[in-house]
């Protein structure tokens, strides 16, 4: 079996994280991480915080602080955030490693020798004041931004403004660039973009290669980064080429891999077009079985407060609550989304706490009654769950998320019909009690992707964590320890 690998996209210094991220990339990554590990793939999740570029520039310039300083202080910053929510990366680097400069210096040379690198005049922008640099989103003065809070870059480009000082005053500049001749690999692209799964992400990477591939302009001036190794001048390699490549630095690249990445559906274009030609023809990876899950934005102006600042999030509410909406409320696509505290007030009490929970305390409370100390022998096949698995598995390999947590709510609907349909509150045999503590303990492994902490209130055997559906064979005999935890509503 190949090991799976799970990225998340970086976070890059120095944007502010927010909810609106957590929902599009970090918990549904990490919900399909844990997932996978419950039905028994050899999944790895990474990440790293991306260090480089012209933003991080302009804080070294305007700061007391050190660039290691300013690098840690984000770079821990992200970390605290990942953890407030329960997302557990098993390996979260940085761009700024000796690995990713290495890699990124080696791929480069080796597309280039390969004719993939050509060198041509490119127009560069710069302040007269404060001698930046500007890339197009930090020259534009009307800056209007959409509901979901991203820059509109169809500014007026002979309107312009330093996005770093504020002055008018902005030079062009001709300057020979080196390109990425992305049309050349377009066989290799449109091989990949014929394999996606996810029919949005396959949709959009097929418009742009009908489109017509660009050549990309992959050179930067003054900017902290990697140098790019043949060229005299002092130019450096655009951060999105070397984050690309760093992916391949946190994990074992000797083994034969397939990739899995989440992220949000404003950068599909670098995920769907670029990387694949670098994997190809930079790292000679011949065999690439590469996926995109890609989401769409939170609307802020129609988001409550209380549900966009992580923290402020975590101090009201529990982080598995915030976890089961997220992935409860954003679907599968890249429609943009929502959060309002009165619905996922309402999702977390009607759903969370009442249907789902009330069927665990259900289960909880019969095994109580009859006096269940001992998981009992059962002979009869748990049906519903033989039938749920298949379903459940297809949503989960296709970063299905959201179809993956409806299964899982359908089951158990299921599980509840068959208790009232065989009457198993009343006089249960003590095979119907074993079959009750399979579906209890099903559920339990089912929900801990979406709900790692708050699943454990129901966890009455003893000594089995429930962290993989291969244990539900080891249940039988496994002391029972009663408790009357439960998972509190929320005040409406």
Known sequence: MKKIITTAAYPFIPAELNMAHMASTYIPADVYHRFMKLLGYNSVFVSATDVHGVAVKNILKNNDMDLEEIICTFHEKYKKLFSCLNVKFDTYSRTDTRDVEELVRQSLIKIKEKGYIIKKESSNYYCKQCSEYLPKRFRIKTQEFTQTNKMKLSGNQEDMCCFFCGNTEIAEQKIDHWFLDIPKGKEIISEIVTK??????????????????????????????IRIPFEEKEQYIYLWY????????????????????FMGKNIIYYHGIIWPLLLREGLNIK??????????????????????DIEKAVQKFDKDYLRFYIIYRTQDTIDDFSFTENHFKQIINKV??????GFLNRCRSILMKNKVENVPKWNKEDELLTDSKPLLEVAILNMNVNNALMLVI???????????????????????????????????????????????????????????LDQLEFLEGEKVIYNNLIWEMLDE
């Open 352 to 357: 969370l706490c009442r249907q789902l929970g």
């Open 242 to 261: 070397e984050s690309l490549i760093a992916y391949m630095t946190l994990f074992d690249r000797e083994e034969d891999v397939e990739l899995r990445h």
């Open 287 to 308: 065999n690439m079985d590469m996926h995109i899950c890609a989401k769409g934005f939170m609307n802020i102006t129609k988001s409550d407060s209380v549900l966009i």
């Open 196 to 225: 996606q799964t996810n029919k949005n992400v396959k949709t959009y990477l097929e418009s742009v290669i009908n489109l017509g591939l660009k050549e990309w302009d992959f050179t930067r001036e003054d900017y902290i980064g």
């Open 410 to 468: 359908e089951y158990i609907k299921k599980c509840g019909k068959y208790i009232q349909l065989h009457t198993i509150y009343k006089s249960p045999s003590k095979e119907q009690l074993g079959l009750l503590c399979h579906m209890m303990a099903s559920v339990i492994i089912l929900l801990k992707p979406f709900i790692p902490d708050v699943i454990n209130n129901y966890n009455i055997f003893n000594n089995i964590e429930l962290k993989s």
